[in-house]
């Protein structure tokens, strides 16, 4: 069974600095069927990319995905006030799953 | 606009049932695949299951195989969540989520705002 772990657990930066969240599978993630996720506090989360690099709908493009088989990268260029918010990476093949989610918090 | 509007949510004693509804609307519900993502307070998120836009494939996680029961109704532009044999492990907040596309392997691309199942003595 796939595991992701996603790291640091907790990334403390500030406005404006460049956040880099990362996702490893324990086993590769066929066809890149990965994805990424920014949930708010009391809110719903919000699909960021998929295919590991495709941007979704409406997503800014200081968001970026990259990666392959196992090692899978979230990138934020520069952090804007409201993208301060827990971020999760999903594999969703035939039985999707999270990783445990990277807290980017205010420094 | 999409939108997707959960029901059911409740205070329930462990060994008993619940049955959740997703209400869909702003698309065409027949065309997508659907899933149940649920979140712990305070949790990470956690797949619960997912069904095909016809109903051909319906897939559960471990934690829920055998107990819940995923259905959907398409004249109605529903999905249905039946869960039996509940525990306190099942306490959470459940969404509704669209699948990008028809069938398994696409990512989930507009989520309900949730239902809360509280499951306490």
Known sequence: ?????????????????????SC????????????????????APRLLVYGASTRATGIPDRFSGSGSGTDFTLTISR????????YYCQQYGSSPLFGGGTKVEIK | EVQLVESGGALVQPGRSLRLSCAASGFT???????????????GLEWVSGITWNSATIAYADSVKGRFTLSRDNA??????????L????????YCTKGRDYGSGSPFDFWGQGTLVTVSS
């Open chain 2, 29 to 43: 519900f027949d065309d997508y695949a659907m899933h149940w993502v649920r979140q712990a307070p305070g949790k």
């Open chain 2, 87 to 94: 525990r306190p492990e099942d306490t959470a907040f459940y």
């Open chain 1, 24 to 43: 490893r599978a324990s086993q590769s993630v066929s066809s890149n069927y990965l994805a990424w996720y920014q949930q708010k506090p009391g809110r």
């Open chain 2, 76 to 85: 109605k532009n529903s999905l249905y969540l039946q869960m039996n044999s």
């Open chain 1, 1 to 21: 069974e796939i595991v992701l772990t996603q790291s640091p657990g907790t990334l403390s930066l500030s406005p404006g600095e460049r956040a880099t969240l």
């Open chain 1, 79 to 86: 952090l804007e006030p409201e993208d301060f918010a827990v």
